[in-house]
């Protein structure tokens, strides 16, 4: 299998995506109610039974609501996050999750993958993005890595350094500017805060970040965390294609069900 990918839903409303290798079945981000996980893992052909584990990003409801309902069926399953994630996600809950901890920037291993973090501009408590590489041992099992950053405010040296030599990048690309200043129903402060510098990449910001990159490994890209009022997929496209990015890459509607896997193997 070597590794394969999938994302059952990306935007400011809800963020999972299932990744799966020889050894490993893993969910990045937990921002559905336990009730629709299940329901996106059964469409994806697993179950919460089949899960190692789930790497949380940072607290809020669209990365971490599900963890309530998955910690209920599953009280063994080890959720991933740093110090002051799990406490804020744990503060709530009336039951304990099985916690295990790690420390930003820290590289740790979790079965066959490999788990790097870094801190992200968000205003959360201590909020990350991720790469999760595994193989590389033989010929059969080439080295592959995948780098999940989203929920960020502006970019920053670290997160290129985790975004260059990933073979799959998924990268927020979150509001159009010109939706967002006209939008009728967020009230300024919210507007203020999404386009903050502790808020979220513009389309023309995620654009800008990929331009900067002068010989880029990815070999496929995904364009997440679309806001559904303030973006449009079109858009995203647009700004990607003006950027000169020529690399294969999908846009995540926001409307849309669960995505395609992908297998990385076959890139
Ligand atoms: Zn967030
Ligand atoms: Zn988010």
């Not at 839903?9 to 009730?35: H, V």
């Amino acid at each position: 299998m070597g590794m394969r990918f999938q994302i059952l839903g990306s935007s400011s409303s809800g963020n999972c995506a299932l990744l799966e290798t020889d050894d490993t079945c893993i969910l990045i981000d937990a921002g559905f109610s336990g009730r629709k996980l299940k329901t996106l893992l059964r469409a994806a052909g697993r179950s919460v039974d089949d899960l190692h584990g789930v790497f949380i990003t940072h607290e809020h409801g669209d990365h971490a609501t599900g963890v309530k309902g998955l910690s209920q069926q599953r009280p063994d399953l080890p959720f991933f996050a740093n110090y002051d994630t799990a406490q804020a996600v744990q503060r709530p809950l009336k039951r304990d999750v099985r916690w295990v901890l790690f420390e930003t920037h820290k590289q740790f291993k979790f079965r066959d993958l490999e788990i790097t973090s870094c801190l992200i501009p968000h205003d959360a408590y201590e909020p990350v993005a991720y790469t999760f590489a595994t193989g590389g041992h033989d010929l059969f099992n080439p080295y592959r890595k995948l780098a999940w950053i989203t929920d960020l405010g502006h970019t920053t040296d670290h997160v290129r350094e985790l975004a260059a030599d990933a073979d799959v990048l998924v990268l927020e690309s979150n509001h159009d500017p010109d939706l967002l200043a006209n939008d009728p129903f967020r009230p300024y402060s919210v507007k203020a805060r999404i386009s903050g510098q502790h808020g979220h990449l513009s389309n023309e910001a995620a654009a800008s970040f990929l331009q900067s990159f002068h010989r880029p490994r990815w070999r496929h890209l995904y364009l997440a965390h679309l806001s559904k009022d303030c973006n449009e997929p079109d858009r995203v496209d647009h700004s990607i294609r003006g950027a000169g990015c020529r690399c294969a890459h999908t846009v995540v509607d926001p409307t849309a069900p669960a995505q395609e896997p992908l297998d990385l193997l076959a890139l």
